[in-house]
């Protein structure tokens, strides 16, 4: 496992994509296509959780026998963009605290690489208390040490006093430390005062590369995109859908994505009458997201709470305006270019706040609406190019002639 | 080369049948243990690959003790429970479940799930040992118990191990 050059990078995630579960962390995946060929190597260190068995004694033969596996174990795949990747399961208890998740992470990080320290004199991690930590105790002592908290679960994190006493230790180690939104950076300045000239921001990256040909001068193609749970308040978006329908039967609303909420929101769909109106697409491959985007005419974002909104600028990207809840990230994503690209209403119980901001958005959108003056604000700040360039000074400082 | 895919319980067939096709598509000689027969996904493992499933009879400990400690004073005094000595043989009976025939039966069900346990961890280490694989991909946290069975195994025949397929890893093929 040796890595040479200076310009060596060691990726360190909870998340990324795997056949189980194919767009977890397709985020960091992205990030991985945006900088290798900027990098002399990326290795990334995928520390995935994998729950014991409730039976201790069962618990403890699959500790053993993992424990024993490791010299037998062969982790490094080839990933995208000529990458490497190392699967590195993390055996643990379901249900344990954030502090025990952080330093199970670390210790099976630590049995794979068998007690040798990351090679990479760059490590990046992702997520403060399970990556981070990982990353923190298993790099070489004269390594930078990069941390990006995109969590949305933050605040349980920081509920936890083991947990939060072992994210200020991530935070006091770690050389510079970003967040993906601004809420997360006020979350943890709020409880890190001694650390908030430390918390830094930084973007994920988007695809720019394709879009709608014309921008739509009517909006009956709905989308929305992401997991079915609670969080993401598609039962919400069902309900002001009916009411926007009622109105207009030839709309069309179109689901993208799987979760354990899906039954409940299809018997929703079913009462409401909508069966004829919604499409069920299931998950997308990340990289068809553009393409699925470009077939719809508006992009409605119904969350209670996003510390990014990856989703919001890849609609924008493929020149499709969005309608978005005011749930954290999106305001900062948005933040002067609102009126350009759709609509925001506030995070409300009642339907009535969508179906107000969509009507009026439908008189807007008529009239014309700048997408594209929206969509060049974002790739300037969210492309792959974008993003790619800030992580590079990040780690190896400006270079000559390059953007500051 | 030989690949022996392990995924008992508690992990998607689809991600294992896709782990496993794609095993074989590059040309290795694949088998997969997995759970309970899925007539839906099965038939979507490529053709060519050995499909093992777990086979286990199931196992039912203390027959005559379940008879004789729960099932029997149970139903007697259930049949009491109809007569004028309802409330006092209610009371009996409840105490009865809560101190003798609940927790016996528990026990023996625990005992009974580790028996089977055991033995298709014997049946799957015989099996993976009788195949001779290269290298084995273990998918979910009960491939690793299991591994436990014929970890001298690959350890004699210096076999190598990864949690996932994604083309054979690096330094596997030795």
């Known amino acids: 496992m040796t890595v040479t050059g200076e310009r060596s990078v060691a990726i360190i995630t909870p998340w990324y994509p795997t056949p189980r579960v194919p767009f977890g962390g397709a985020f960091v995946q992205e990030l991985v296509k945006a900088v290798a060929p900027r990098c002399d190597s990326v290795t990334v260190y995928h520390c995935d959780l994998w729950g014991l068995p409730k039976d201790l004694e069962r618990a403890e033969v699959a500790r053993r026998s993992q424990r024993r596996l490791q010299p037998l174990a062969r982790t490094a795949v080839r990933g995208v963009a000529g990458a490497t990747v190392h699967y590195v399961p993390a055996l643990l208890p379901n249900g344990s605290d954030w502090e025990t998740q952080a330093r199970a992470h670390a210790e099976w990080l630590t049995a794979s690489l068998r007690g040798e320290p990351i090679p990479a004199p760059v490590v990046h991690a992702h997520v403060g208390i399970r990556g981070a930590y990982a990353a923190l105790e298993n790099a070489r002592p004269d390594a930078k040490v990069y941390v990006t908290e995109h969590a949305s679960f933050l605040d349980q994190v920081l509920a936890e006093p083991g947990a939060r006493d072992l994210y200020d230790e991530v935070i006091d180690r770690a050389t510079r430390f970003f967040a993906v939104g601004r809420n997360l950076v006020d979350q943890l300045g709020a409880v890190y005062p001694h650390h908030r000239a430390k918390l830094e921001i930084v973007a994920n990256p988007i695809d720019f590369g394709a879009a709608r040909r014309e921008p739509p001068r009517r909006i009956r193609r709905w989308i929305t995109i992401g997991a079915l749970t609670p969080r993401k308040r598609i039962d919400y978006l069902l309900r002001a859908f009916a009411e926007c329908r009622a109105d207009d039967p030839d709309l069309r609303l179109t689901i993208v994505g799987r979760g354990n909420q899906e039954p409940e929101l299809r018997a929703l769909a079913t009462e409401l009458g909508l069966d004829d109106a919604v499409v069920w697409r299931g998950a997308v491959d990340p990289a068809d997201i553009p393409a699925v985007l470009a077939g719809h005419d508006l992009f409605v974002h119904a969350s209670r709470h996003e510390t990014f909104g990856v989703v919001v600028v890849e609609a924008l990207a493929a020149g499709v305006p969005a309608l978005v809840s005011r749930c954290g990230g999106p305001e900062e994503l948005l933040e002067g270019i609102e009126a350009d690209a759709g609509a925001m209403y506030d995070v409300d119980e009642s339907p009535a706040a969508l179906v107000k901001a969509y009507r009026e958005l439908t008189r807007r959108v008529e009239a014309g609406l700048d997408l594209d003056r929206a969509r060049e604000h974002l790739r300037r700040r969210y492309s792959r190019e974008a993003v790619a360039d800030h992580h590079e000074r990040i780690w190896f400082g400006p270079s000559e002639g390059a953007p500051q | ?174």
Do not use: C
Not at chain 2, 19 to 27: I, L, Q, S, T
Not at chain 2, 140 to 163: D, H, I, K, M, Q
């Open chain 2, 1 to 174: 080369m030989r690949i022996a895919v392990i995924a008992p319980g508690g992990y998607s067939r689809a991600a294992v049948i896709e782990e496993a096709n794609r095993a074989a598509a590059d040309g290795h000689r694949v088998i997969a243990f997995v759970a309970a027969p899925n007539a839906r996904l099965d038939p979507d493992f490529a053709r060519g690959i050995e499909l093992r499933h777990d086979d286990t009879a199931r196992v039912r400990k203390g027959r005559l003790a379940r008879l004789w400690l729960v099932k029997y004073p149970m139903a007697g005094m259930r049949r009491l429970q109809r007569g004028p000595l309802r409330r006092p043989v209610g009371k009996a009976r409840a105490l009865y479940a809560d101190r003798v025939s609940k927790p016996l039966s528990n026990r023996l069900e625990r005992q009974s799930r580790r028996l089977e346990r055991d033995r298709y961890a014997h049946a799957v280490a015989e099996r993976v040992r009788a195949w001779e694989p290269d290298h084995v991909v273990l998918l979910n946290v009960e491939a690793v118990a299991l591994a436990e069975g014929f970890l001298p195994w690959l350890e004699s025949r210096s076999a190598t191990v990864s949690y996932a397929y994604a083309g054979i890893p690096i330094g596997a093929d030795h």
